[in-house]
T-cell receptor
Framework: NAGVMQNPRHLVRRRGQEARLRCSPMKGHSHVYWYRQLPEEGLKFMVY????????ESGMPKERFSAEFPKEGPSILRIQQVVRGDSAAYFC????????????FGSGTRLTVV | ELKVEQNPLFLSMQEGKNYTIYCNYS?????LYWYRQDPGKSLESLFVLLSNGAVKQEGRLMASLDTKARLSTLHITAAVHDLSATYFCAVDMDTGRRALTFGSGTRLQVQP
């Protein structure tokens, strides 16, 4: 049973390009959470999704960032027109249901904007 | 808004010593999580504390939860170098933001 799969592991983008980060939850998990970790800091919540629905996006920047979790396929975090400040590690977590005894984290995508 | 505070933020200790990391949170919750993160790696779940008075132990680590005081502790007994990592506590809630809110982390360095 594979864990939470994130890809790519490392992503380098030039300023102004788009970044697409993918997250496949654990089998049987229908809830996905995205977090951002800046260097030397804790994880900050971005968005919480269930299949085809955004449940809570209160942590998402208002512009350039979007997330989806389609009926088929992985969840996607999309960052348009990246800037240097977007450089961070982006982690995805999944759970079978809200507050269901814990969350499983993926290995993260390290985004570097040059 | 839920706030989670950890202290200390940085801890350098010698092998064989004991120490405690503290995690305070600002609003009612009965679920608290402890994670470990090694540099450049993901988060490894250590403990999930589900109720007031919960105590869990794994090896040299013991975690406890006091929901009345809104306080959790992570106690390290006879530290060894392998415990060097960053430790995060996190809380989730039934209402409001329905996801984990993390503390800033405690970077633990165990010196030989």
């Amino acid at each position: 049973n594979a864990g939470v799969m994130q890809n790519p592991r490392h992503l380098v983008r030039r300023r102004g390009q788009e970044a697409r980060l993918r997250c496949s939850p654990m089998k049987g998990h229908s809830h996905v959470y995205w977090y951002r970790q800046l260097p030397e800091e804790g994880l900050k919540f971005m968005v919480y999704l269930q299949k085809e629905n955004i449940i809570d996006e209160s942590g998402m920047p208002k512009e350039r960032f979007s997330a989806e979790f389609p009926k088929e396929g992985p969840s996607i975090l999309r960052i348009q027109q990246v800037v240097r400040g977007d450089s961070a590690a982006y982690f995805c977590a999944s759970s079978p249901g809200f507050r269901y005894y814990g969350y499983t984290f993926g290995s993260g995508t390290r985004l570097t904007v040059v | 808004e839920l706030k989670v505070e950890q202290n200390p933020l940085f801890l350098s200790m010698q092998e064989g010593k004991n120490y405690t990391i503290y995690c305070n949170y600002s609003t009612t919750s009965d679920r608290l999580y402890w994670y470990r993160q090694d540099p450049g790696k993901s988060l490894e779940s250590l403990f999930v504390l589900l109720s007031n008075g919960a105590v869990k132990q794994e090896g040299r680590l013991m975690a406890s939860l006091d929901t009345k005081a809104r306080l959790s502790t992570l106690h390290i007994t006879a530290a060894v170098h392998d415990l060097s990592a960053t430790y995060f506590c996190a809380v989730d809630m039934d209402t409001g933001r329905r996801a984990l809110t993390f503390g800033s982390g405690t970077r633990l360095q165990v010196q030989p």
